[in-house]
């Protein structure tokens, strides 16, 4: 088991930043890829962006590349989502998740956050 805690949503103003993380704990050691991913209101959950474990690489929705940036401390088992330029359609629950595969798809995740609101008003 995994167990995933997000911190660091709120409300921000068009513009503005935010930075998310995720700390994870248990049997992390077979984990191969984290990521973030949101769910606005009546839409479904989609990929944010994608950290591969053992080589670090990363991979952003086309809606947020340039703006948003994911990290990780390796040695803290956690993860970062940094946030700039928000927008309002950025506004959704923010959800952390780990999987055993090298994938992007939301099924093949594992484990999974309680989730973080975070609210971009215009």
């Known amino acids: 088991q995994v167990q995933l805690v997000e911190s660091g949503g709120g409300l921000v103003q068009a513009g503005g930043s935010l930075r998310l993380s995720c700390a994870a704990s248990?049997?992390?050691?077979?984990?191969?890829?984290m990521a973030w991913f949101r769910q606005a209101p009546g839409k479904e959950r989609e990929l944010v962006s994608v950290l591969y474990w053992s080589g670090g690489n990363t991979g952003y929705a086309e809606s947020v590349k340039g703006r948003f940036t994911m990290s990780r401390d390796s040695a803290k088992n956690m993860v970062y989502l940094q946030m700039n330029s928000l927008k309002p359609e950025d506004t959704a629950v923010y959800y952390c998740a780990c999987s055993t595969y090298l994938s992007t798809i939301p099924g093949e995740y594992n484990y999974w956050g309680q989730g973080t609101q975070v609210t971009v008003s215009s």
């Open positions: 248990g049997r992390t050691f077979n984990v191969y890829a």
